[in-house]
């Protein structure tokens, strides 16, 4: 089946512009993450949606990142007046969000930002 | 306390040698350690993961060894493959369904 969508796949912006980021997980799949990869470093967390729940946004590095998911599937991960800092990939990834330890995160391909 | 540190940045390999990356946690509520395997222009792949109760996994070329005591966990790949060169990333959560906490990453490339 389908995996994980992600949407652009590149995106080039100005500073202080906002940028949208799309995500769309595996049908049926609960549980929704961002994660942020910079140039020579790993992933990291930005953002966790399980189901009805309260998202953990503890992840995010500033207020100028916000992200939403409606309906319980897409998610839009925006960033307000984008600095040359906020240059990554931002990967997306879902998972079935049970309660078993195997339960794996999918990731999509994610979507290389660019601010100059 | 929520790091993984990760080792070594780059590794090359022969074909047919054993490649090994290690990776060290600090906090002891993480009871979940995956590696992820990442193509470049991909997202990362799940490769293979282990619980603290068991001191190793093996799939195949791949294996995870756990030491609990020492806060350490390694990917052990033999025969490495020209088709494993790849970015290799350990991980680590509280529980299976949370958020991972990754380490920086291993390039490995493997000559034929």
């Known amino acids: 089946g389908a995996g994980v969508s992600q949407s652009p796949s590149n995106k080039v912006t100005e500073k202080g512009k906002d940028v949208e980021l799309r995500c769309d997980p595996i049908?049926?799949?609960?549980?929704l993450y961002w994660y942020r990869q910079s140039l020579g470093q790993g992933l990291e967390f930005l953002i966790y949606?399980?189901?009805?729940?309260?998202?953990?946004k503890s992840g995010l590095p500033s207020d100028r990142f916000s992200a939403e998911r409606t309906g319980g599937s897409v998610s839009t991960l925006t960033i307000q007046r984008t600095q040359q800092e906020d240059s990554a990939v931002y990967l997306c990834a879902s998972s079935l969000g049970g309660t078993s330890w195997t339960d794996t995160q999918y990731f999509g391909p994610g979507t290389r930002l660019t601010v100059l | 306390q929520q790091q993984v540190k990760q080792s070594p940045q780059s590794l090359i390999v022969q074909k047919g040698g054993i490649s090994i990356i290690n990776c060290a946690y600090e906090n002891t509520a993480f009871d979940y350690f995956p590696w992820y395997q990442q193509f470049p222009g991909k997202g990362p792949a799940l490769l293979i993961a282990?619980?603290?109760?068991?001191s190793e996994k093996k799939e195949g070329r791949f294996t995870i060894s756990f030491n609990k005591s020492a806060k350490q966990f390694s990917l052990h790949i033999m025969d490495s493959q020209p088709g494993d060169s790849a970015t290799y990333f350990c991980a680590a959560s509280y529980y299976g369904t949370d958020k991972l906490i990754f380490g920086t990453g291993t390039r490995l490339q493997v000559f034929p």
């Open positions: 049908s049926g799949h609960t549980a």
């Open positions: 949606f399980q189901g009805n729940s309260a998202p953990d």
């Open positions: 282990i619980r603290p109760d068991v």
